[in-house]
């Protein structure tokens, strides 16, 4: 199994940044994809950014030049770069991983979520 622990959420004001972290641990052989969705009150969880093993991105069009992912495959942990922040931004985030695990390959786990407020 695939335990992922997410950190670096807060308040902060419009124009202002966060990194959001989520590390990887457990009895896994490699992780494929890793990613960040979020879910913003109200509304459904989205898709935000995702990196290959490879280091290959994509991001949501509407982050796209103001939010940055990353990852460090020895550390098994990705980040969120996130700068000119807005109110609309605001929402429970949660870290993502396609993970192979002995007898279950390509399966998605997640984070508990953490919590990015932006006020205006």
């Known amino acids: 199994q695939v335990q992922l622990v997410e950190s670096g959420g807060g308040l902060v004001q419009a124009g202002g940044s966060l990194r959001l972290s989520c590390a990887a641990s457990g009895s896994f052989f490699s992780i494929n994809a890793m990613g960040w969705y979020r879910q913003a009150p109200g509304k459904q969880r989205e898709w935000v950014t995702s990196i290959t093993s490879r280091g290959i991105t994509n991001v949501l069009d509407s982050v796209k030049g103001r939010f940055t992912i990353s990852r460090d495959n020895a550390k098994n942990t990705v980040y969120l770069h996130m700068n000119s922040l807005k109110p609309e931004d605001t929402a429970i985030y949660y870290c993502?991983?396609?993970?192979?695990?002995?007898?279950?390959?390509?399966?998605?786990?997640w984070g508990q979520g953490t919590q990015v407020t932006v006020s205006s």
């Open positions: 993502n991983a396609n993970a192979n695990v002995f007898g279950l390959l390509g399966h998605d786990y």
